[in-house]
């Protein structure tokens, strides 16, 4: 869903944070930092169904890390 030369405005069904909608990369890490971080809270975080997409991506790059 990202391109690197579209401006992304936050859209809290869709980013973590304000600063994951700054660009692809900040994105992801803030995804795998909530992903460890708040690892009792994820489905209050990971709520809707774009950040479900994410949190299944990050779940499944587990196994190859």
Same mark, same amino acid.
């Given at each position: 869903?990202?391109?690197? =030369?579209?401006?992304w405005e936050? @859209?809290?069904?869709? %980013?973590?944070s304000e600063?994951?909608?700054? =660009?692809?990369?900040?994105?992801?890490?803030?995804?795998?930092?909530?992903?460890?971080?708040?690892? &009792? =809270?994820?489905? &209050?975080?990971?709520?809707?169904? /774009? $950040?479900?997409? /994410?949190? $299944? %991506?990050?779940? @499944?790059? &587990? /196994?190859?890390?």
């Amino acid at each position: 869903d990202h391109d690197e =030369n579209v401006e992304w405005e936050y @859209d809290p069904d869709i %980013f973590v944070s304000e600063y994951a909608a700054t =660009n692809p990369a900040e994105d992801f890490a803030e995804c795998f930092k909530y992903f460890v971080q708040y690892d &009792r =809270n994820k489905s &209050r975080i990971f709520n809707t169904p /774009k $950040k479900i997409l /994410k949190w $299944k %991506f990050i779940n @499944d790059l &587990r /196994k190859y890390i």
